[in-house]
């Protein structure tokens, strides 16, 4: 794991916003400050690359430069690239970089958690020895998650004032290249950036980074 900037001190509890931000959203800033709530440190991370896909028409340096400029106003924001592009690849990188003791706590909303927990991992009992090394904190976008009996401990909800369930970085690349107003979706200090990298070529699809099955 590669930091670009990281937070002082060394942090009991870490929380996680692994994603391709492809821009970067409102709905992410707002996902990692109300996390800051319950972790001491949130850690934005960009896969190297991702597991079945690849950057396509904005790449990492670019995207790279986007979270840091919408990061630079919370100190105890860090922002890393990893090489693994799996949600378990990335908590053994933290888990090296942070020390073996940390709580690593991956930040999504509900319909991800949905997707997370559901997944097929090609064998059994294979999400719920991931949840020994990472938990996860869902946030009510779309709705409250409800998580299965057997993984409450690890999966907790995480409170989310204001509307952010039409935020995200599909419909800004979709509101681009459709001429609608797009930017009040994203944090103020990167909406000319985002103007100049999305609006003068296709965005590509949107990528995610990965739980371990999932794209987000």
Known sequence: MEFFRRAEGRPRKLGVLAGAFHPPTKAHLALARAALAVVEEVVFVLPRRFPHKRYEGVGLEERLRLVLAATAGEPRFSVAVSEGGLFIEIARECKQAYGP?????????????????????GEPGAFARQLEVYGLLAAPRGGHYEPPPEYRDRIRPLPLEGGYDEVSSTAVREAIREGRPWEHLVPEPIVEDVRLLYGSRPAGAGEAAGSGGPRR
Do not use: T
């Not at 003791?101 to 991992?121: P, Q, S």
């Open 101 to 121: 003791e940390v709580e690593i706590w991956f930040l999504c909303g509900r319909d991800a958690a949905e997707r997370i927990v559901n997944w097929d991992y």
